[in-house]
């Protein structure tokens, strides 16, 4: 167990629908990571929060937003899905540096299916 | 960040040690050497990392050539809960502000199995 949380653990949904994943971080951690794993694409990083600013973008959609929370806890909103969406959703959180700030601590991820 | 390459699969019976190893040729001074395993679609799990020295932790070894152009992850006693995917990534560590930032860039990895 990493200490991250994310829910749901599995979501089924249509084409052109909005959903949002949740994630918590480990106690502590100031750092939100997301990505995204599909078959074709393999793992993807999306974007990064640290205590509520974004502070690197990856390979995020337009359609797809994200954003941190004053308790630290992280959303993945995605809208206007399409069939391609379906794909495993991590979240992860890191140290500070004063910890161990090399390590990303995955949470066990959405499944998202898109039919 | 530096591409890596590593091959697609090995095998590895139970008990020995697994050496994985990972070509990074075009890897920068300020780059570090990252590995991530991932056990049946659960979450990466972060094994080790390392700069320039050899580092060792409770679950792996890495040892990187004097070059820095290439590396090996070893499993001492390679066990069935071992079988995974184990990903090399190479990245420039970022810092500011009290935290470190920056993706991690996932390759292809190497399928692990580990035999009985």
């Known amino acids: 167990d990493s200490g991250v949380t994310q829910t749901p653990k599995h979501l089924i949904t249509a084409t052109g629908q909005r959903v949002t994943l949740r994630c918590s971080p480990r106690?502590?951690?100031?750092?939100v990571y997301w990505y995204q794993q599909s078959l074709d694409q393999g793992l993807q990083f999306l974007i990064q929060?640290?205590?509520?600013?974004?502070?690197a973008k990856g390979n995020i959609l337009e359609r797809f937003s994200a954003q941190q929370f004053p308790d630290l806890h992280s959303e993945l909103n995605l809208s206007s899905l399409e069939l391609g969406d379906s794909a495993l959703y991590f979240c992860a959180s890191s140290p500070r540096l004063a910890g161990r700030p090399h390590e990303q601590y995955f949470g066990p991820g959405t499944r998202l299916t898109v039919t | 960040d530096a591409k890596t390459t590593q091959p697609t699969s090995m095998d590895c019976a139970e008990g020995r040690a697994a050496n994985l190893p990972c070509n990074h040729s075009t890897i920068s001074g300020n780059e570090y050497v990252y590995w991530y395993r991932q056990i049946h679609s659960q979450g990466p799990q972060y094994i080790i990392h390392g700069l320039k020295n050899n580092e060792t932790n409770e679950m792996a070894s890495l040892i990187i050539t004097e070059d820095r152009k290439s590396s090996t992850l070893i499993l001492p006693h390679a066990t069935l809960r071992d079988t995974a995917v184990y990903y090399c990534i190479v990245r420039v560590f970022w810092e500011a502000g009290g935290t470190s930032y920056g993706k991690l860039t996932f390759g292809q990895g190497t399928i692990l199995t580990v035999h009985p």
């Open positions: 929060y640290y205590n509520g600013e974004e502070r």
């Open positions: 106690s502590g951690d100031l750092s």
